[in-house]
């Protein structure tokens, strides 16, 4: 059975850092793009960042930029997502998630709908 497992996650003052940890189990990603999504109370699910297999492609959102970063490591089969200069507006559930699709995936997607599968999610809190 595939898992994603989010890690990380708590309350942070703004202005802090937090370094979220997605390990997935049940089969490989290692040539699987790999993104990170939250969702604030009463909102959608918005796109934050994404990586290709190769690490080489990656992807943000504009409201991250320069404060966050995504990277993973293929051997441990587990993509991180590291959050600085944190604020109110960053406080949701982040949820991690994997494409499926057979080959390389080179490219870092932006859209919920290119990924297969998702974790369950991890609070990130942060007090002004």
């Known amino acids: 059975q595939v898992r994603l497992a989010e890690s990380g996650g708590g309350l942070v003052q703004a202005g802090g850092s937090l370094r979220l940890s997605c390990a997935a189990s049940?089969?490989?990603?290692?040539?699987?793009?790999m993104g990170w999504f939250r969702q604030a109370p009463g909102k959608e699910r918005d796109f934050v960042a994404a990586i290709g297999w190769s690490g080489v492609s990656t992807n943000y959102a504009e409201s991250v930029k320069g404060r966050f970063t995504i990277s993973r490591d293929n051997a441990k089969n587990t993509v991180y997502l590291q959050m600085n200069s944190l604020k109110p507006e960053d406080t949701a559930v982040y949820y991690c998630?994997?494409?499926?699709?057979?080959?390389?995936?080179?490219?870092?997607?932006?859209?919920?709908?290119?990924?297969?599968?998702w974790g369950q999610g991890t609070q990130v809190t942060v007090s002004s």
């Open positions: 049940g089969r490989t990603f290692s040539r699987n793009a």
């Open positions: 998630t994997a494409d499926a699709s057979f080959g390389s995936r080179w490219d870092a997607p932006r859209f919920g709908y290119e990924y297969d599968y």
